[in-house]
């Protein structure tokens, strides 16, 4: 199995940054890739960004692309969000997801619990 846990929410005005962070645990030798989706009040859970973990290969929403920024760090088992030019359409709860593949087992995806990001005009 694998656990995720997000930390780096928080409140911040428009225009500002945060960065959020995702640390996987548990069987993180099978990771396939890690991402970021976000639920804003009263709105359908939509993906954000996302990262291959062998290869690097990046894929932003068109929403995000140019202000977000997705990055990885290997040894720590740790994918990034460095959220730049904020705007109060970014407010949601931010989670982190993750797939791994075992031959035995195939495609498997988990969930954090979510980080709260909320901007104010």
């Known amino acids: 199995q694998v656990q995720l846990v997000e930390s780096g929410g928080g409140l911040v005005q428009a225009g500002g940054s945060l960065r959020l962070s995702c640390v996987a645990s548990?069987?993180?030798?099978?990771?396939?890739?890690m991402g970021w989706y976000r639920q804003a009040p009263g709105k359908e859970r939509e993906f954000v960004a996302n990262?291959?973990?062998?290869?690097?290969?990046?894929y932003y929403a068109d929403s995000v692309k140019g202000r977000f920024t997705i990055s990885r760090d290997n040894a720590r088992n740790t994918v990034y969000l460095q959220m730049n030019s904020l705007k109060p359409e970014d407010t949601a709860i931010y989670y982190c997801?993750?797939?791994?593949?075992?031959?035995?087992?195939?495609?498997?995806?988990?969930w954090g619990q979510g980080t709260q990001v909320t901007v104010s005009p």
């Open positions: 990262i291959v973990w062998s290869g690097g290969y990046i």
């Open positions: 997801k993750a797939r791994s593949v075992l031959e035995s087992e195939g495609l498997r995806g988990y």
């Open positions: 548990g069987r993180t030798l099978s990771l396939l890739d």
